[in-house]
């Protein structure tokens, strides 16, 4: 009988003692201080020095960060309608806030600049855009022409901060967008405000659909009378007084839910004094674009993408229309498999909607359709997936050249902070800008190159070199690979020699022998580099058959799995070495700590949380123990979706390695800027700066340096970089 799993609670009983690592284990007690205003945990964080007079807990951080402690919370309240929203698929950001449609009826303004024991009733509604252009002209005359000795605080800064900016030619140096606070926290949650509120035991937040289609102008909308005839435009009415007050009662709530939401969340955010210069650094990523796109290269990618859809559907003899549709596709399906005497019937399987083809990537069907011995059986898959995945590449492209449209040319890039669990971004506003593809298709890949440097300047790209793999050899302490990155030594060509049991080289640029050259390609990237960056997070031998895409068989990738394993014996020790140290917090909520600094312990409000060697948190708000034959695995509650997730030591040592890399390259970013480099996108472990054409050369030689740099929290991990000078992004 299979045991039934157990959620963690405080033990009853003394806790055993930690498990041991190599390096030795650090047990730590946090020590509580009494300081009214300050929690314990956060206490030697951020904490300025003592004061006589209370000081509450995020104007103490908002001091030691550097910040203005005066706080100003804004919440703009817009005209939106059925056809002019962001909702459901609607307008993106940008061609919202720059339609000739958009109206501000409104702006709520909760200015805090000294303590107060009623803060709701410092909550106010500025009616009109009169009233907004007034009180926008009082906070200027108060904190500076860009609101610039305030902290301005604010729920989806993207928006508000758009309309601040283009509307009205405000750019607030210091803004903290409570979204991006609840995505530091837990990333897998919801962050709308009304959810967060919910979560945070607040007052309620208002329905906004109270208000669709309220207006100030002369606005008029189709008539949905269902009579024959021509439909004649009718006037919209504009808002009544009483409509007014109710909009007045619900910004002002809005107000002070934010305002509620930034004290709770500012103290829970980890190394603040670093976070909230990324958190600013992301929002002027869109309220200060300055990459361009090349409209008539979208166009012509978007001509070559249709024709490769009639290029598969045309041989087919059937409309587009018939093969993108369910059962009129399973139809002529099955026809072509009862043609080439098959029973069609095994090709599907069961779902809640009965029996659907098996035709998702990950289901084995699939393949052998598209491998299917009939001619008109492989005809009829090749032009389904084109028809189901062209046009999604048509779209972004599309959507990509309307946002860059709407602010003349220069497209907002869209990143989302601490949108991925480990702290890394993620894309946004529907284009999804950090995962633009550079291994598929060359009409995929080529999006990107519409990206271009304005006249007169070029983009410098600058790229950190095997981030992950230096960075996941220095934290499990395997020297000799370290000593390799350090000296610069050829890793990929190094595993895939001792692999393959021949030497392996870099292939020749130019020159050379085609069928050696081709060979040493091979080897280098489907057995160095996939061994190296793949295997370090327990990659196993089926998912390195299944990740070399048919470069290798099975007997190799077995073959790979072990000789990495052979050579890194510290990282496969760190994945059990971490995996026992989360084990153990959770199952005891006993602090322990692993050698370079990593540091483990709970808290009230979650399970396990794991200090990295620069100070920043990870967070695993519910963990779950689950006896098993093995032992006791780790199972983690992922809000979002609903479900408990099964993680173990490989999958650890992967979150905690790329939120390290994702550190380091924050870090970078932020020390270019400094120097006066612009950073106008960045992925990953990629750098894009934008400069005048004749800084080009020194902000590449700038981008290596610090892209190179060793952090301070981690002084013998060797890093390296690498970069060219373009004028488009892409095709480097």
Known sequence: MQSKPIYVKPPTKPAPPPPKFKGGLKVHQLIDQDRPGIAPRQLERYAP???????????????????????????????FDDEYTMKGGGLSTIEYVMDQRFEVLGLAVLDVFENFPDYEQRSKFWVGEEGVTRVLKHLQDKYGEHLERATVVIQNATFDASILAHRYGIYPPHVIDTRGLAYNWDARRKHDLGSLAKDLKLPPKGDTQEFKGLTFRKRYTKSKSRKKGPKLPIQVPTITDEQIVSLSRYAAND????????????????????????????LELFTKPVLMVDFEKGEGLIRLMEAEIDKVVTPTGHTREELSGDRSFW???????????????????????????????????????????DPAVR???????????????IKRVRKIMAQARALGGRLPIALKYCGAHTGRWSGGEGINLQNLGSKGHELVNAVREMLIAPPGHKLTIVDASQIEARVLAWIAGEEELV?????????????????????????????GIPQIEARMKWARNSIGKIGVLGCGYGMGQTRIFEYADGEVDMDT???IRDTYRAENPNIVRFWGD??????????????????????????????????????????YHKVKIV??????????????????????????CENVVQAMSRDILAEAILRLEARGYHTAHHVHDEVVMCVPESQAEGALMAGIEELSRRPSWAPDCPLGAEGVVSDRYGGH
């Open 255 to 282: 107000a002070m839910r934010e305002w509620e939401v930034f004290t709770v969340m500012l103290p829970r955010l980890s190394r603040p004094k670093v976070e909230l210069r990324v958190m600013q650094h992301t």
């Open 557 to 559: 990738a077995l073959k």
């Open 483 to 511: 000593r390799k990155f350090a000296n610069n030594e050829e890793i990929y060509c190094g595993f895939a020699s001792k692999v393959l049991g021949w030497p392996v080289r870099k292939p020749r640029k130019e020159g």
């Open 379 to 393: 005809a009829l898959m090749q032009a389904r997936i084109a028809i189901g995945s062209w046009p999604t590449h």
């Open 49 to 79: 020095p003592m004061r006589e007079q209370y000081v509450p807990e995020w104007r103490a951080m908002l001091r030691d960060c550097g910040y203005p402690d005066n706080v100003v919370v804004l919440d703009f309240e817009t005209y």
């Open 627 to 652: 006896p098993s034959e093995c032992g006791e695995t780790i199972e983690v509650w992922n809000s979002r979706e609903h479900h408990w997730g099964h993680t173990w030591g490989g999958s650890l």
């Open 331 to 373: 139809g002529l399906l099955d026809r072509a498999l009862e043609a080439a005497d098959e029973n069609p019937q095994v090709y599907y399987k069961p779902s809640k909607k009965g029996y659907i083809l098996a035709e998702a990537k990950d289901d084995p069907e699939r393949e052998l359709l598209l491998k299917h011995k």
């Open 578 to 619: 971490i995996e026992r140290a989360v084990l153990y917090t959770a199952k005891y909520r006993k602090p322990c700590e692993m050698p370079r600094g990593l540091r483990f312990h709970s808290l009230p409000e979650c399970d396990v949380v794991i200090t990295l060697p620069c100070g920043r948190e990870l967070y």
